[in-house]
């Protein structure tokens, strides 16, 4: 089971988080009346979804057996106009037909940052 665990003392605004026995640090930028001691929490949130796009498309790959040598996901996050949205950017290197780009571009449509929503929701 997933799980962590966040503690938040006096230093504007550095959050010690426990992820299932990692260590992480959380803060805002300076601009934001934090000292950046680590990453803000959307970058985090960024970060976990790239993370599971990525190990998803790689236990898919694996498991067909492709040639898949290396993928990244860039992500970024866009509030505008009342409206939340993540865009998401795939990289493949390997010898990959377009089928299989295409069917890995479908799996990753169905991870968790595939989040367009209203505020308020």
């Known amino acids: 089971?997933?799980?962590?665990?966040?503690?938040?003392?006096?230093?504007?605004?550095?959050?010690?988080i426990d992820a299932n026995g990692h260590a992480?640090?959380?803060?805002?930028?300076?601009?934001n009346?934090?000292?950046?001691?680590?990453?803000a929490p959307y970058d985090l949130l960024l970060a976990s979804l790239a993370a599971c796009t990525a190990i998803t498309l790689r236990m898919y790959a694996d498991r067909k057996e492709w040639d898949l040598k290396s993928l990244s996901v860039d992500l970024r996050y866009f509030r505008e106009e009342g409206a939340e949205r993540i865009e998401r950017k795939l990289s493949f290197e390997g010898e990959l037909?377009?089928?299989?780009?295409?069917?890995?571009?479908?799996?990753?449509?169905r991870t968790p940052e595939s989040w367009p929503r209203e505020s308020g929701q």
């Open 1 to 16: 089971m997933a799980h962590a665990h966040a503690t938040i003392g006096t230093a504007h605004y550095a959050v010690r």
């Open 24 to 31: 992480l640090t959380a803060d805002e930028p300076a601009g």
């Open 33 to 39: 009346g934090g000292a950046d001691a680590g990453p």
């Open 97 to 109: 037909d377009g089928k299989q780009r295409a069917r890995l571009a479908d799996i990753a449509e």
